[in-house]
């Protein structure tokens, strides 16, 4: 099921792998563009997408539905009044009242998602100034001395997870929001740091 959902998620990107000439041809408004993006909204609506069980996972889905409806404005649909969206939004404020658990291995991914989410549908930069000030909090008390965030008591930094908090602290720079400039320096630094020769980032920040 978790496989189903990411290839919905993912849907308005399957056009890009036709071939380079064809992708080129194709914008947001192509039909065929439309009915896959479409199609993958119709899916991750319904029953069958079912829930996740991480706020990372729920948000990501709210974040697909929000896009698509502020993309397609034609369709006179409110982004943020879709029930996947509501229903994440619901999501970060009882986790975050119930508290989150550091020791879970998708604290990072749910975090830094979740700041994503909220600064995107946050037009005002009020409705969810405390739940995003609150998550950036959490964000920044996760990463490691070296710059770099992993799973808790893991010896070296996780490439995937520093990138999705170098991601979040970018959106919430761009919404204005305060945050630790060395936060995102030591951030970028061991990404730089911990790449090959060849400039790809190694997993875990590992050279073989």
């Known amino acids: 099921m978790k496989r189903v959902v990411a290839f919905a998620l993912i849907g308005p990107l399957v056009l890009c792998v036709i071939n380079n000439s064809q992708a080129l041809a194709y914008s947001p408004e192509s039909a065929r563009v ?3 993006a479409a199609d ?4 991750l609506e319904g029953r069958e997408s079912g829930n996740h069980s991480t706020l990372g996972g729920v948000c990501l889905k709210g974040l697909a539905c929000y896009k698509y409806y502020h993309c ?3 369709l006179g649909v409110s982004a943020v009044d879709r029930p996947q969206v509501k ?12 508290g989150l658990d550091r020791k879970d291995d998708s604290f990072n991914y749910s975090v830094g998602i979740a700041i994503i989410f909220l600064c995107e549908i946050d037009g005002n930069q009020q409705a969810n100034r405390s739940e995003i000030e609150q998550l950036l909090k959490m964000l920044y008390s996760a990463q490691r001395p070296d ?3 992993s799973y ?9 997870q520093t990138q999705y908090g170098v991601l979040a602290t970018w959106y919430a720079m761009k919404k204005g929001y305060q945050v630790p400039a060395h936060s995102l320096a030591r951030g970028v630094d061991w990404i730089v740091r911990t790449q090959d020769p060849s400039r790809h980032a190694l997993e875990n920040g590992e050279r073989e």
């Open 34 to 36: 439309r009915k896959i």
């Open 40 to 43: 993958a909204i119709e899916f």
């Open 72 to 74: 397609y404005q034609d």
């Open 87 to 98: 229903f994440a939004v619901e999501t970060v404020r009882s986790r975050l009242k119930s």
């Open 147 to 149: 710059g770099a965030w």
């Open 152 to 160: 808790l008591n893991h010896k070296t930094g996780d490439t995937s």
